[in-house]
């Protein structure tokens, strides 16, 4: 399944934002996930994306969904800088 | 060695308030390559510094907050200290996260104007966003006075300006680094080291980000915490005494 980011808002800032929008994820689209399929993380649509949102929904994903997150490249610089704080990786 | 037409270059540039070689050239006269060694040896002493990438540099006097400082900075920096309404314009108090969340997205549509590269503009605003959801994170309930924090903008001279009235940085990470002594070492933990001031929760990566945005992508911050004050730039971090106390956080950026 594909989780497209830019549908929670093109600036993705914020810690209360970012937990918010992961416990959305989980009700709605998460649920949806069947067994070990692949959930592809899409940052097309956001312009602006922070460590402290990021933290608070990717971070949960990640650790929820072992070895099933796939990070879609992104040229937004932000996106990137963000990523490589969190020690995170695109592919 | 002293020269004179070095120390005419440096006035130039401190009285400009951020200035490019070319106009350099225009007001003083003289060739490109030797305009350049100057502003090389002054940059090498420390005295100033330089922001943006070519072709848009522009030069700086290393200079402290007294004497030299904007408009803008010079608000900052009194509202920081008093906490008083008339240093403050309408629009730029931010009570609120959403109140701040709403600024900034008005601020990218006009930054972007500014701005030529699209990505310089997102980096920047997640470095404000940071610094100001920080001041959020750890200081609600915890005012000195006034919640929220000021938001000021300078799009001509490309300065921007996030203070609060909280506890200050010093307050925030000593409760879990007991050790840390003053806001100069507390400043370090914050901007190095990933340790979460509000533990038992799992933070603090926000400062370590805006210091790779800082240093990465040609811009400057100083960031102005008790009696101490961390200059970022291109170059790295330094850590000085600050000319003046500062209760909350201030946080200068030159874009």
């Known amino acids: 399944m594909r989780l497209e980011l830019g549908k929670f808002g093109n600036i993705l800032t914020s810690r209360p934002a970012g937990k918010e929008s992961y416990l959305v994820a989980q009700a709605y689209s998460l649920s949806k996930?069947?067994?070990?399929?692949?959930?592809?993380?899409?940052?097309?649509?956001?312009?602006?994306?922070?460590?402290?949102?990021?933290?608070?929904?990717?971070?949960?994903?990640?650790?929820?969904?072992?070895?099933?997150?796939?990070?879609?490249?992104?040229?937004?610089?932000?996106?990137?800088?963000?990523?490589?704080?969190?020690?995170?990786?695109?592919? | 060695m002293y020269s004179q037409k070095r120390e005419k270059i440096f006035d130039f540039i401190r009285e400009s308030g951020g200035t490019r070689a070319k106009d350099i050239m225009n007001h003083l006269g003289g060739n490109a390559a030797g305009i350049f060694r100057h502003l090389k040896r002054l940059q090498g002493d420390g005295r100033v510094y330089k922001i943006g990438k070519p072709p848009q540099v522009r030069y700086y006097a290393a200079i402290p907050a007294e004497g030299n400082a904007s408009a803008l900075f010079r608000r900052a920096a009194n509202w920081a200290v008093s906490g008083d309404a008339r240093w403050i314009k309408e629009g730029e108090y931010c009570q609120t996260r959403d109140v701040l969340r709403a600024r900034t997205a008005r601020l990218m549509q006009d930054l972007k104007k500014i701005v030529k590269d699209n990505n310089r503009v997102y980096l920047l605003l997640g470095a404000v966003e940071e610094i100001g959801n920080n001041s959020y994170d750890h200081n609600i309930g915890q005012w000195r006075d006034i919640p929220g924090v000021f938001l000021g903008v300078d799009a001509v001279n490309r300065e921007i300006v996030v203070v609060d009235r909280g506890q200050g940085v010093f307050a925030t990470i000593r409760r879990?680094?007991?050790?840390?002594?003053?806001?100069?070492?507390?400043?370090?933990?914050?901007?190095?080291?990933?340790?979460?001031?509000?533990?038992?929760?799992?933070?603090?990566?926000?400062?370590?980000?805006?210091?790779?945005?800082?240093?990465?992508?040609?811009?400057?911050?100083?960031?102005?915490?008790?009696?101490?004050?961390?200059?970022?730039?291109?170059?790295?971090?330094?850590?000085?005494?600050?000319?003046?106390?500062?209760?909350?956080?201030?946080?200068?950026?030159?874009?």
């Open chain 1, 33 to 91: 996930t069947k067994g070990e399929e692949k959930i592809e993380v899409d940052f097309s649509g956001v312009e602006v994306l922070t460590p402290s949102w990021a933290d608070e929904f990717l971070t949960p994903l990640i650790s929820n969904y072992p070895g099933q997150v796939v990070l879609l490249p992104t040229n937004n610089a932000s996106v990137k800088a963000t990523l490589d704080i969190l020690r995170l990786r695109s592919p």
């Open chain 2, 176 to 255: 879990v680094e007991p050790e840390v002594e003053n806001s100069a070492q507390a400043l370090r933990v914050a901007f190095t080291k990933i340790i979460s001031g509000r533990a038992p929760e799992k933070r603090g990566n926000g400062l370590k980000f805006v210091k790779k945005v800082m240093e990465e992508y040609g811009f400057s911050l100083v960031f102005f915490t008790g009696d101490a004050l961390s200059e970022i730039r291109n170059t790295g971090m330094i850590i000085k005494e600050s000319p003046f106390a500062i209760p909350g956080t201030l946080a200068h950026i030159i874009f």
